[in-house]
């Protein structure tokens, strides 16, 4: 095969594949801002607002994280799941006092006149509810994150095989048209044994 025309080929591999990157670049950017626009407006719309720094609901070394976002509204992933983890959870085992929402269910079923029981019971359940929810909202979060970096990602490498493509293609000009392939060279033929 002479040198120029595995140069071509070799290169035209190289800008088919900046193409295929820059279109998933292009996918994934669009993937990152669609997943994050949906997060924020999900969140935003709830009204939830982080208690003030100073308030008595984050009081005490388990409520630290809620204080870094004291009196914001949650409208991220990362807000989310301080919220969820650091501020739901913690009141919903005080609430049930350490026991799972399954748990005091199956205490509610075997105690059917226990009203004090039953509204433990709904009270964790919806809590359960709004911290599984929110904690989608962290995972939908950290899924637009990792697009975003995979798409920063894919652009780069397009550039990457875009500039080695470019260099190929000049480098093809450049070949003497007769010039083979050179895949390896004897130095000698081997001396028979014996």
Known sequence: MKRRMFDVLVSATGLLIALILLVAGGLLTWAH????????TQLAAQQIYFPPAD?????????APMRAYAGQQLTTGAQAETYADHFIAI???????????SQLSAES?????????????N??????????LLLNA???????????IA???????????LV?????????????????VVIGHRTADPVPVG
């Open 91 to 101: 009141h919903l085992q005080a609430i049930g006092g350490g026991k799972t929402y």
């Open 33 to 40: 801002n669609f997943v994050s626009d949906q997060v924020h």
């Open 55 to 63: 308030s008595a609901a984050v009081a005490g070394d388990a409520f």
């Open 151 to 161: 798409a920063i990602s894919a652009f780069v490498a397009a550039l990457v095989m």
């Open 109 to 121: 079923q075997a105690s059917p006149t226990d009203l004090k029981l039953a509204a433990t019971v």
């Open 164 to 180: 080695l493509g470019g260099l190929g293609l000049r480098h093809a000009r450049r070949v003497p048209p007769a010039t083979d």
């Open 123 to 132: 009270t964790v359940f919806k809590g359960e509810t709004l911290r599984g």
């Open 138 to 148: 962290y995972a939908f979060g950290t899924m637009a994150t990792i697009a975003g």
